[in-house]
């Protein structure tokens, strides 16, 4: 038995494919299909039922995989070791990043990042909450950067920064507000992200509110802040955005922006992987580099947090 052949199967697991599979591992189909029938052989059982399609696993087989993640993960953390005592910080590192999140805080801090660690190959992927925590588990995501608290006994969360929620109140819908409280949202107003987005979800707990009231003449399913902007300079509502993304608004959108009265309602935002993970080196670099920039961009001093609850998934 060799770590090369647990790779093997790992991946015939993950594609339930030879040919896919043998491609992610950068052999012939071939070489990847004799190695494993050797280790079936060795074992004398077999893995895989090949007469399903897709591939499944045998009973004895789910088994096996389970452990072979094990023996690989600590195979890689020999790696991870030796080069953390060598003062090395490089090769591949994958790192999954929410919707609502990738688009602000990636350009602000990866420029910085790439130059300050030439030898580390980020490899950047954008999921959902509940995909990240699924491949965090697989162990196809070294890291991702998140909403939190997730509450999930089995990954580590490092706050990163709290960021906090702003209005975007065209004059019509302003009133006399000159700042604004949870009370002052009405959800037949507010325009949301579709579902599935945990910012949207944050949200509709600051309203108090688990789905649209009668009223109403549209639904709206959009994975973009830019569309919610666009709706509401068309007199369709109103929103809510991230204080990060008000940044780069132009001048005249600008002025639509209110923000609420303390305590201000925030989103937690941390940087989340595995308790077994031992890239522990490339993990620190990326929050002291992220919570660098972030730091200069938050300019609220007095933050003041309302429950946790607002921001979970």
């Keep these: 038995m060799t770590i090369t052949q647990l790779h093997y199967i790992l991946a015939v697991a993950e594609y339930r494919n030879f040919t896919l599979a043998a491609e992610r591992c950068f052999v012939t189909q071939p070489t990847l299909s004799m190695q494993i029938q050797k280790l079936e052989e060795e074992l004398e059982i077999k893995i895989f039922d090949r007469n399903k399609k897709p591939i499944q696993l045998t009973e004895v087989g789910k088994k096996i995989v389970q452990q072979a993640k094990s023996i690989v993960n600590e195979a890689e953390r020999i790696k991870d070791i030796v080069e953390q005592q060598k003062g090395f910080i490089g090769g591949d ?127 709206l399913n959009s994975g973009s802040f830019e569309t919610l902007i666009r709706l509401a300079n068309e007199g369709l509502g109103v929103t809510l955005l991230p204080y990060l993304h008000t940044l780069n608004l132009n001048e005249h959108d600008r002025k639509n922006i209110m923000e609420f009265s303390d305590p201000k309602p925030s989103r937690e935002v941390s940087l989340i992987f595995s308790k077994s993970e031992l890239k522990l080196h490339i993990i620190e670099a990326l929050r002291a580099t992220i919570s660098g920039v972030v730091k200069g961009a938050i300019t609220f001093q007095d933050i003041a947090i309302i429950s946790p609850k607002i921001v979970k998934k």
């Design 93 to 219: 590192f994958k790192i999954g990043i929410i919707p609502t999140i990738m688009p602000t805080l990636l350009p602000m801090f990866l420029n910085a990042f790439i130059k300050k660690y030439p030898r580390i190959n980020l490899i950047i992927e954008e999921y959902t909450t509940d995909e990240i925590i699924n491949r965090l588990r697989k162990g196809q995501l070294d890291a991702a950067i998140a909403a939190t608290p997730l509450n999930e006994a089995d990954i580590k969360e490092i706050v990163l920064y709290y960021e906090p929620f702003v209005g975007y109140f065209p004059q019509e819908y302003r009133k006399d507000l000159q700042e604004l409280t949870p009370d002052d949202l009405n959800i037949n107003d507010v325009l949301l992200l579709q579902d599935g987005h945990c910012f949207t979800n944050g949200i509709l707990n600051l309203c108090k509110a688990s789905k649209l009231e009668p009223g109403r003449k549209f639904e």
